[in-house]
């Protein structure tokens, strides 16, 4: 058995399952640009004045959306191993680790078992553990056997 394949049954074993909630960003919507374009601002008149228009629901964009995808993945305690993750050089700007964040060694999507890359997600997307929200605060990878592990800390955000 290679070390990946020990590394994905420990995920399957002990894992927790976990949701990374993604969200892609759509067009700014016409309100924003009605009144100044050099500083938009949201304007519910110009939501008023024309009804048949996409409705942006006072975010200012339209056609945003939002992919879940179920994971397991090995939390560990941030505040734990923060010394060892501030030394080690692999995140930079971190800030203070506070009691609640994790670092989530690696995940597998439930659905396929493959491998999940948590480096394309940004600070906009979330990852729902434990019952708690929590926000990308930085992504690193790790080699482990052969193929590229990816790892992220999250802040507890609710």
């Avoid at 923060?82 to 680790?97: A, P």
């Avoid at 009691?99 to 600070?123: H, Q």
Wanted: glycine fraction near 10%; hydrophobic fraction near 40%.
């Amino acid at each position: 058995m290679t070390h990946v394949q020990r590394y994905i049954n420990s995920v399957l074993q002990h894992g927790v399952a976990a949701t990374v909630r993604e969200f892609t960003a759509g067009t700014q919507c016409p309100c924003m640009i009605s009144r100044d374009a050099a500083v938009p601002t949201y304007s519910a008149d110009w939501h008023r004045r024309n009804p048949a228009a996409e409705a942006c629901n006072g975010t200012g964009m339209i056609g945003e959306t939002t992919v879940e995808t179920a994971i397991k993945t090995i939390p560990m305690d941030a505040q734990a191993i923060g010394n060892l993750i501030k030394q080690g050089g692999s995140f930079t700007e971190i800030g203070n680790i506070d009691a609640g964040d994790y670092l989530l060694y690696g995940a597998l999507k439930t659905s396929t078992g493959a491998l999940f890359n948590f480096e394309s997600l940004g600070d906009k997307n979330v990852i729902t553990l434990l019952g708690k929200t929590y926000a990308i605060k930085e992504t690193m990878l790790v080699p482990v056997g052969g193929t590229v592990v990816s790892m992220v800390l999250v802040k507890r955000v609710s």
